[in-house]
């Protein structure tokens, strides 16, 4: 499997996130700018923003969460040259379920579709790692 295959997810993911920061980063000076937050409102914590701002500050809070396990994964399976085309599948498949995650937390925000988003990127990258171990097991003990 190409380099390129392997870390193409990892761009996407990574890209959703340097999105959100802007989108964060450019809500929140314009928030600033109308008057509607004063500096005095936020210095001290985040929950004074308005809420379609903490909805994108909380999407993207969340790129640091579960992702993070998520590229230590792709790291490792780069390092073991334990990455195939199963795994390019599921990297993708968790990529998407992130950008569905993500568009619902700063759309609808409808926390039961949100949570259903979240738990299919937990099981797809709950069964990567399973495979990922079994499969360094297996080359370690030669089965």
Do not use: C
């Not at 993911?13 to 004063?38: E, F, H, N, P």
């Not at 990297?91 to 700063?106: E, N, Q």
């Amino acid at each position: 499997m190409s380099i390129t295959a392997i870390l193409l997810p990892v761009y996407v993911q990574v890209a959703m996130t340097i999105l959100l920061l802007l989108w964060m980063g450019s809500s929140r000076l314009g928030s600033l700018r109308a008057g509607d937050v004063k500096v005095k409102d936020i210095a001290l914590g985040e929950r004074n923003w308005p809420t379609r701002i903490l909805q994108v500050q909380n999407s993207y809070h969340n790129q640091f969460e579960l992702p993070v396990l998520f590229y230590v994964l792709v790291v490792l399976a780069l390092i073991t040259r334990k990455a195939d085309m199963l795994f390019v599948v599921m990297s993708w498949m968790f990529v998407a379920s992130r950008l569905v995650h993500a568009a619902i937390h700063t759309t609808s925000n409808k926390v039961p579709l949100r949570f259903q988003a979240f738990v299919v990127g937990v099981l797809i990258l709950v069964a990567m790692w399973v495979i990922f171990g079994i499969r360094v097991l297996a080359a370690e003990t030669g089965v």
